[in-house]
């Protein structure tokens, strides 16, 4: 009875064995490949992928790995690695040197100043307290306040608030619309008396739209929808940026004077003040991916060599110092990947996400990712079935492109490096995502 109960263990076990290694040897590459082809919605994309082991240094399967494609946001990844190189530990707030009764200051590039998401008041508070008369010195910027290759139309979008020295409020407006109430709240007040109520309403919805080259914001108040719906719609809307607003605006924040000033101050001698963790910013980069925050993360970076804030700047030092033996080159143009200009192969993504696990730590870098079922774009994406999150990856969207670029962490305790990079499609995104998790399942199965 013992020998046959002995039997019929050794049986199972082998027969689990067996069904495991078969299942791993039947989604191998050909198998990837396959359905990087047939899956709906890789159908009639142009696929560029890659699966990477970075404990055996091998690439499991790959399709297109040497074609340059669109990444969008993935671009943040490079921001990202940029900032770990060339920013320290904590976000340079602003600079400062004092001259008699006068406290002369400017912007390192830093967007966190009374950003609505983050909430650092360390430059108001430092500003606030000083009794010193205020001036702010212009620092040179080579950018514009678009990067090359955006959108000319997409002013209006909560996506694209401007690059600045110092940008403030994230350099965008909060409306809050009642629509029970029909009542309009701003924030910051500031410009409250720069709205103006539609006339003749589109539609039943909230809207706020801004003049392309003025800040004058027309808005209407939706309609009461059921019961499952906010009573309140909050859009955000990028404003027109200046220095002369920038001055009227933090004058009035700070209610006391701040003047312009007009010489050139003694860079060499300036006093830094810091703020948050840069772990803060690329957080908030890199899981809601915000675009502001991958713009201005260049150029502080540039700031940390020159009184001059340049992009391009950056972007060459990395091509010169971290990427110069890289098999591919980047072509890389802007910090948050707006830009079509943006070309990276998905074997240059892999180089990428292995350098950052090399040099971050997988336990600080899976912190900072978007988190499958659990946080950032992915929150309602790549969920595992035990409740855990098993993917940790960035997201990049355009219009008919989608990438993901990251980590997998498989059944068996391995982690491996991916990217999907889907380009040229004309469907919906969600056919795409749907595919990946196809994909991004099996995988996590298989390995």
Known sequence: MKALFRLLVLCSLAILLSVQVYGQKRYKKKHILKDLKELEGFKQAYIGF??????TGKTLACQNDSKYMTPASNTKLFTFYAGIKYLGKAVPALQYTIKGDSLIFWGTGNPLFLHPAVQDKAALDFLSARSEKLFYWKRPI??????????????????SAEKAVLPMYGNSITAYLNKTKKELSIEPDYFTPFFSENPKPTDNRSRVNRAENENDFLYQIGEPGDADEEEIDTLTRPFLYSDNLFIELLSDTLNKAVNFYHAIPQIGGARTLYSLPTDTLYKHMLQPSDNLFAEQ???????MESDTLSTM????????EAFADWTDDAAWVDGSGLSRYNMFTPRTMVKLLKTLRDEV???????LLPAGGESGTIKNWYAGEDGKPYVFAKTGT???NHTLSGYIKTDSGKTLIFTIMANHYN???????ES???????IRKAY
């Open 297 to 303: 993360i260049l150029l502080m970076a540039s700031g």
């Open 142 to 159: 080579i950018d514009d306040r678009f990067g090359p290759g955006w959108g000319w139309d997409d002013y209006n979008g909560y996506y």
């Open 313 to 320: 700047a950056t972007i060459d030092k990395m091509k010169e």
């Open 427 to 433: 469907h919906s995104t969600t056919k795409v995502r």
């Open 361 to 367: 730590g997988e336990e600080r870098l899976f912190e």
């Open 436 to 442: 990946m998790a196809v994909l991004l399942g099996k």
């Open 50 to 55: 890659a699966l990477y082991d970075p404990e």
């Open 398 to 400: 355009l219009s008919n």
